[in-house]
């Protein structure tokens, strides 16, 4: 059984590990809002631009753009968003295992990566994946063209025809509790959803847009660039999904510590009790003792 002085000395360590906790929940919670701020501000440009795809479909459609056209079989890259630094639960571990298991089930075992964050890196270094690029050490607030370089190592894989689909996997920011893993294609760029194809025949039919120099020449330029704007959204969402999902482990951490050192305290007390029982029972003996020998 442990002593007293082993309970004292392991509540002084708990109270220190809460201490650290709760300092990382407080600066978890204040990054935590910024990057829920940037998600929910840059939403209504990644759905604009969406919109803005799909009524350029409809006045291209015949246009055959490599970015447009779908594409069976052949080699498919990874773009996988991931956080630096753990701590943050199991949101990277959701991410990778979605991830890997999707690839491994269309591609096989091996399958290039381009890694966002060190630990989809560090995973794709321990199954010996073939790491095309590696963007790590982002800031908390990244701009978009600290991010576009992880979007151009795709784009240019796939337009020298190494692959034939580039895949885009991240955690989706839902709530302060809940983050989604997602997997989902980025090139060939998918058809819009049914809303902006609504939005989009609406334009068509109310207005006539005049486009210098023509439809496709505004498709070849926008697409890149809606490309490396979907990888930069995914980085946002993958930020505030982890600085909410860290603040949620460090809550949960100092909440545990609290339980754990009730605990201990109580088990010393205890412990202290039953010292003090046990040091008055020997001096009652001791006096019973020295009392039956004077008789």
């Known amino acids: 059984m442990a002593t007293l002085r082993d309970i004292r000395r392991r509540i002084r360590g708990v109270t220190s590990t809460k201490q650290i906790t709760r300092a990382m929940q407080m600066v978890a919670m204040a990054k935590m809002r910024r990057a829920q701020a940037r998600v929910r501000a840059s939403r209504p440009y990644a759905a604009e631009m969406s919109q803005v795809l799909a009524a350029l479909r409809e006045r291209a459609r015949e246009y055959r753009h490599p970015f447009l056209v779908p594409v069976e079989g052949g080699t498919g890259l990874l773009l996988l968003v991931t956080s630096d630094r753990g701590l943050c639960g199991a949101l ?16 096989g075992p091996r399958y290039p990566v381009v890694t966002v964050g060190r630990k989809g890196r560090d995973f794709a270094r321990r199954n010996r994946l073939e790491i095309v690029a ?10 978009p063209a600290e991010v576009a370089p992880a979007a151009r190592a795709a784009i240019d894989l796939f337009l020298t025809g190494t692959v034939r689909t580039v895949w885009l996997a991240f955690a989706a920011y ?10 989902e294609p980025l ?3 998918p058809p819009p959803a049914a809303p902006a194809v609504a939005a989009a025949a609406r334009a068509a039919g109310g207005s006539d847009y005049l486009y210098e120099p023509d439809a496709q020449a505004v498709l070849d330029a926008l697409l890149p660039r809606a490309i ?29 510590a609290d339980d754990l ?19 008055l029972m020997e001096i009652v003996s001791g006096a019973e003792a020295l009392r039956a020998g004077r008789r």
Do not use: C, F
């Not at 839902?174 to 997997?183: C, D, G, I, K, P």
């Not at 979907?230 to 969402?237: D, G, T, W």
């Open 134 to 143: 590696d963007l790590s050490g982002l800031p908390d607030r990244p701009s």
């Open 174 to 183: 839902r709530s302060t509790l809940v983050q989604e893993a997602v997997m």
């Open 187 to 189: 090139i060939p760029v």
């Open 92 to 107: 990277n571990v959701n991410t990778i295992r979605l991830a890997h298991r999707e690839m491994v089930r269309r591609y």
């Open 261 to 279: 050192i009730r605990q201990l305290t109580l088990t010393a007390n205890k412990v202290r009790q039953a010292a003090i029982t046990r040091e």
């Open 228 to 256: 490396e704007g979907r990888v930069y959204q995914a980085v946002l969402e993958n930020q505030a999904s982890e600085w909410s999902a860290r603040m949620v482990a460090m809550r949960s951490a100092t909440d545990n």
